[in-house]
Protein backbone atom coordinates (compact mmCIF):
# COMPACT_ATOMS: atom_id res chain seq x y z
CA UNK A 1 0.00 0.00 0.00
CA UNK A 2 1.61 3.65 -1.20
CA UNK A 3 2.05 5.39 1.95
CA UNK A 4 0.54 9.60 2.43
CA UNK A 5 1.45 12.55 0.63
CA UNK A 6 3.18 14.05 3.35
CA UNK A 7 4.74 11.51 5.83
CA UNK A 8 6.46 8.86 3.93
CA UNK A 9 8.13 6.84 5.88
CA UNK A 10 11.55 8.03 4.19
CA UNK A 11 10.96 12.08 5.36
CA UNK A 12 10.31 10.85 8.88
CA UNK A 13 13.11 9.85 11.23
CA UNK A 14 13.29 6.59 12.64
CA UNK A 15 15.19 4.40 14.85
CA UNK A 16 17.11 3.15 12.36
CA UNK A 17 17.73 7.23 11.07
CA UNK A 18 18.80 7.88 14.68
CA UNK A 19 21.38 4.96 15.03
CA UNK A 20 22.85 6.29 11.58
CA UNK A 21 23.61 9.18 13.30
CA UNK A 22 25.39 7.54 15.80
CA UNK A 23 27.10 5.51 13.54
CA UNK A 24 28.33 8.38 11.55
CA UNK A 25 29.80 10.40 14.31
CA UNK A 26 26.49 13.08 14.07
CA UNK A 27 24.72 14.53 17.01
CA UNK A 28 20.91 14.09 17.53
CA UNK A 29 18.76 17.04 18.60
CA UNK A 30 15.98 16.18 21.04
CA UNK A 31 13.04 18.84 22.69
CA UNK A 32 10.17 18.06 24.85
CA UNK A 33 7.00 19.44 22.86
CA UNK A 34 3.03 19.37 24.84
CA UNK A 35 1.15 21.13 22.36
CA UNK A 36 0.11 21.77 18.53
CA UNK A 37 1.92 25.06 17.61
CA UNK A 38 5.14 23.84 19.51
CA UNK A 39 5.60 20.97 17.97
CA UNK A 40 5.20 22.37 14.96
CA UNK A 41 7.73 25.20 14.74
CA UNK A 42 10.18 22.41 16.62
CA UNK A 43 9.36 20.17 13.96
CA UNK A 44 9.84 22.94 11.27
CA UNK A 45 13.20 24.21 13.18
CA UNK A 46 14.13 20.18 12.20
CA UNK A 47 14.64 18.84 15.67
CA UNK A 48 14.63 15.07 15.11
CA UNK A 49 13.23 13.71 18.65
CA UNK A 50 10.47 15.90 19.90
CA UNK A 51 9.71 14.35 23.72
CA UNK A 52 6.04 14.52 24.74
CA UNK A 53 7.88 14.10 28.62
CA UNK A 54 6.25 13.99 31.89
CA UNK A 55 8.25 17.05 33.07
CA UNK A 56 4.84 18.67 31.72
CA UNK A 57 3.19 17.74 35.22
CA UNK A 58 5.58 20.13 36.49
CA UNK A 59 6.29 22.76 33.33
CA UNK A 60 2.38 23.17 31.92
CA UNK A 61 -0.10 21.38 34.73
CA UNK A 62 2.18 23.48 37.80
CA UNK A 63 2.68 20.33 39.81
CA UNK A 64 6.26 20.07 42.06
CA UNK A 65 6.96 16.60 40.43
CA UNK A 66 6.83 14.65 37.29
CA UNK A 67 4.41 11.99 39.58
CA UNK A 68 0.76 13.44 39.44
CA UNK A 69 0.32 13.34 35.69
CA UNK A 70 -1.98 10.15 34.04
CA UNK A 71 -1.63 7.72 31.16
CA UNK A 72 -4.62 9.85 29.98
CA UNK A 73 -3.35 12.84 30.31
CA UNK A 74 -0.19 12.13 28.60
CA UNK A 75 -2.26 10.99 25.73
CA UNK A 76 -4.36 14.11 25.31
CA UNK A 77 -1.25 15.64 24.99
CA UNK A 78 0.55 13.04 23.01
CA UNK A 79 -2.22 13.38 20.47
CA UNK A 80 -1.37 17.13 19.56
CA UNK A 81 2.25 16.54 19.35
CA UNK A 82 1.59 13.54 16.43
CA UNK A 83 -0.95 15.72 14.87
CA UNK A 84 2.05 18.26 14.37
CA UNK A 85 5.11 16.55 13.76
CA UNK A 86 5.49 15.59 9.87
CA UNK A 87 9.59 14.95 10.05
CA UNK A 88 10.33 14.72 13.74
CA UNK A 89 9.99 11.22 15.66
CA UNK A 90 7.35 11.26 18.30
CA UNK A 91 8.81 9.88 21.90
CA UNK A 92 6.08 9.69 24.73
CA UNK A 93 7.33 9.37 28.85
CA UNK A 94 5.14 6.23 30.40
CA UNK A 95 4.10 8.64 33.38
CA UNK A 96 4.19 7.04 37.13
CA UNK A 97 3.54 4.40 37.87
CA UNK A 98 2.83 3.06 34.34
CA UNK A 99 6.36 2.02 34.02
CA UNK A 100 6.28 0.41 37.32
CA UNK A 101 2.97 -1.76 37.65
CA UNK A 102 3.00 -5.22 35.92
CA UNK A 103 4.92 -5.73 33.03
CA UNK A 104 1.70 -5.76 30.52
CA UNK A 105 0.01 -2.50 32.30
CA UNK A 106 3.37 -0.85 30.60
CA UNK A 107 2.95 -2.79 26.77
CA UNK A 108 -0.71 -1.39 26.98
CA UNK A 109 0.01 1.90 27.88
CA UNK A 110 3.21 1.39 25.01
CA UNK A 111 0.12 0.08 22.72
CA UNK A 112 -2.20 3.31 23.36
CA UNK A 113 0.40 5.55 22.71
CA UNK A 114 0.68 4.01 19.01
CA UNK A 115 -2.57 3.53 18.61
CA UNK A 116 -4.14 6.55 19.43
CA UNK A 117 -1.65 9.33 19.18
CA UNK A 118 0.41 9.00 15.86
CA UNK A 119 3.19 8.95 18.08
CA UNK A 120 6.10 6.61 17.50
CA UNK A 121 8.06 5.26 20.91
CA UNK A 122 7.42 5.23 24.91
CA UNK A 123 10.43 6.23 26.65
CA UNK A 124 10.90 4.55 30.24
CA UNK A 125 12.78 5.42 33.31
CA UNK A 126 15.18 2.57 34.55
CA UNK A 127 18.06 0.24 33.33
CA UNK A 128 18.83 -3.36 34.45
CA UNK A 129 15.76 -3.63 36.56
CA UNK A 130 13.42 -2.73 33.61
CA UNK A 131 15.25 -4.93 31.38
CA UNK A 132 12.46 -7.83 30.91
CA UNK A 133 9.67 -4.98 30.95
CA UNK A 134 11.75 -2.88 28.08
CA UNK A 135 12.27 -6.74 26.34
CA UNK A 136 8.39 -7.13 26.53
CA UNK A 137 7.41 -3.46 25.15
CA UNK A 138 9.65 -3.85 22.32
CA UNK A 139 8.48 -7.67 21.42
CA UNK A 140 5.04 -6.19 21.35
CA UNK A 141 5.82 -3.53 18.13
CA UNK A 142 6.38 -0.59 20.20
CA UNK A 143 10.46 0.96 20.40
CA UNK A 144 11.48 2.17 23.93
CA UNK A 145 14.11 4.31 24.92
CA UNK A 146 15.67 4.06 27.88
CA UNK A 147 16.19 7.02 30.98
CA UNK A 148 19.10 6.22 33.57
CA UNK A 149 20.64 8.51 35.45
CA UNK A 150 18.49 10.45 37.71
CA UNK A 151 15.19 9.52 37.53
CA UNK A 152 12.55 11.93 38.19
CA UNK A 153 10.06 9.69 39.17
CA UNK A 154 12.15 8.60 41.74
CA UNK A 155 12.23 11.56 43.35
CA UNK A 156 11.44 10.48 47.10
CA UNK A 157 13.33 7.48 46.85
CA UNK A 158 16.19 9.36 46.13
CA UNK A 159 15.55 12.64 48.68
CA UNK A 160 15.54 14.94 45.92
CA UNK A 161 17.45 15.22 42.20
CA UNK A 162 21.09 14.79 42.18
CA UNK A 163 23.77 14.16 40.04
CA UNK A 164 24.30 10.14 39.64
CA UNK A 165 27.78 9.39 40.01
CA UNK A 166 27.89 5.48 40.31
CA UNK A 167 29.16 4.71 36.97
CA UNK A 168 29.31 0.96 36.88
CA UNK A 169 25.83 0.62 37.70
CA UNK A 170 24.95 3.06 35.24
CA UNK A 171 27.15 1.62 32.52
CA UNK A 172 25.28 -1.88 33.54
CA UNK A 173 22.04 -0.07 33.30
CA UNK A 174 22.72 1.21 29.83
CA UNK A 175 23.98 -1.97 28.69
CA UNK A 176 20.87 -3.50 30.01
CA UNK A 177 18.80 -1.34 28.54
CA UNK A 178 20.32 -1.77 24.86
CA UNK A 179 20.58 -5.39 25.23
CA UNK A 180 17.34 -5.49 25.92
CA UNK A 181 16.41 -4.20 23.04
CA UNK A 182 16.33 0.13 23.74
CA UNK A 183 16.84 2.04 20.52
CA UNK A 184 18.48 4.73 22.81
CA UNK A 185 19.65 5.66 26.27
CA UNK A 186 18.38 8.78 27.79
CA UNK A 187 21.25 9.90 30.50
CA UNK A 188 20.28 12.43 32.90
CA UNK A 189 22.39 14.45 35.44
CA UNK A 190 25.88 12.55 35.18
CA UNK A 191 29.57 14.07 35.21
CA UNK A 192 30.21 14.66 31.75
CA UNK A 193 33.50 11.48 32.07
CA UNK A 194 29.89 9.34 33.57
CA UNK A 195 27.82 10.43 30.01
CA UNK A 196 31.52 9.59 27.99
CA UNK A 197 31.64 6.19 29.86
CA UNK A 198 28.30 4.87 29.41
CA UNK A 199 28.52 6.41 25.77
CA UNK A 200 30.97 3.75 24.66
CA UNK A 201 30.02 0.97 26.60
CA UNK A 202 27.19 0.84 24.17
CA UNK A 203 26.30 0.92 20.62
CA UNK A 204 22.73 2.26 20.51
CA UNK A 205 22.59 6.54 20.41
CA UNK A 206 23.02 8.21 23.65
CA UNK A 207 20.51 11.30 24.46
CA UNK A 208 22.46 13.39 27.32
CA UNK A 209 20.40 16.10 29.74
CA UNK A 210 23.19 17.15 32.27
CA UNK A 211 25.55 14.62 30.63
CA UNK A 212 28.26 16.85 29.17
CA UNK A 213 29.12 16.72 25.19
CA UNK A 214 30.71 12.95 24.85
CA UNK A 215 27.24 11.79 24.04
CA UNK A 216 25.35 11.30 20.66
CA UNK A 217 22.37 13.83 21.53
CA UNK A 218 21.13 16.75 23.80
CA UNK A 219 17.82 17.27 25.28
CA UNK A 220 16.22 19.87 27.29
CA UNK A 221 12.64 20.83 28.33
CA UNK A 222 11.96 22.90 26.02
CA UNK A 223 10.20 25.87 28.17
CA UNK A 224 13.40 25.96 30.16
CA UNK A 225 15.41 26.32 26.76
CA UNK A 226 12.88 28.97 25.42
CA UNK A 227 12.95 31.17 29.38
CA UNK A 228 9.24 30.17 29.34
CA UNK A 229 9.64 29.16 33.18
CA UNK A 230 9.28 31.02 36.39
CA UNK A 231 11.19 28.40 38.72
CA UNK A 232 14.70 27.09 39.25
CA UNK A 233 16.91 26.41 36.23
CA UNK A 234 19.32 23.42 36.92
CA UNK A 235 22.56 24.24 35.48
CA UNK A 236 22.62 22.37 32.77
CA UNK A 237 20.47 24.61 30.82
CA UNK A 238 21.07 26.98 27.95
CA UNK A 239 18.15 29.72 27.64
CA UNK A 240 18.30 30.57 24.13
CA UNK A 241 15.39 33.06 24.28
CA UNK A 242 13.68 34.85 26.84
CA UNK A 243 9.85 34.03 25.42
CA UNK A 244 8.61 35.03 29.18
CA UNK A 245 9.88 38.74 28.91
CA UNK A 246 8.08 38.59 25.43
CA UNK A 247 5.22 37.27 26.78
CA UNK A 248 5.01 39.90 29.67
CA UNK A 249 5.63 42.64 28.08
CA UNK A 250 3.11 42.25 25.02
CA UNK A 251 0.69 41.30 27.67
CA UNK A 252 1.68 44.99 28.85
CA UNK A 253 1.17 46.76 25.73
CA UNK A 254 -2.05 45.32 25.28
CA UNK A 255 -3.18 46.27 28.61
CA UNK A 256 -1.76 49.34 27.83
CA UNK A 257 -3.26 50.21 24.86
CA UNK A 258 -7.01 48.98 26.42
CA UNK A 259 -6.58 51.58 29.27
CA UNK A 260 -5.60 54.18 26.87
CA UNK A 261 -8.31 53.89 24.19
CA UNK A 262 -5.83 52.85 21.45
CA UNK A 263 -7.08 49.63 20.76
CA UNK A 264 -8.39 48.51 18.78
CA UNK A 265 -8.12 51.19 16.17
CA UNK A 266 -10.37 52.02 12.97
CA UNK A 267 -8.40 49.62 10.81
CA UNK A 268 -9.10 46.65 13.38
CA UNK A 269 -12.81 47.23 13.74
CA UNK A 270 -15.75 46.62 11.43
CA UNK A 271 -17.99 49.29 9.06
O1 LIG B 1 10.00 14.48 30.89
C1 LIG B 1 11.01 15.03 30.46
O2 LIG B 1 10.99 16.19 30.02
C2 LIG B 1 12.26 14.27 30.49
C3 LIG B 1 13.54 15.04 30.39
C4 LIG B 1 14.66 14.26 30.93
C5 LIG B 1 13.84 15.50 29.04
O3 LIG B 1 12.24 13.10 30.62
Not at 66 to 73: F, N, Q
Not at 154 to 167: C, F, M, T
Amino acid sequence: MAASSSKTPSQRVTTRTLQKIRTDGGNISMLTAYDFPTAEVLDEAGIDILLVGDSLAMVVQGHDTTLPVTMDEMLYHAKMVGRAAKRAMVVVDLPFPEGQLEIMRSVEAGARVLKESNCHAVKLEGGAEQARRIETIVTAGIPVMAHVGLRPQNVHVDGGYRVQRNVTTLIEDAQAAEQAGAFAVLIECVPSDVGQAITEAVKVPTIGIGAGSHVTGQVLVTHDMIGFNSGYLPRFVRQFSDVRTTIHDAAVAYRNAIKGGEFPAGEESFR
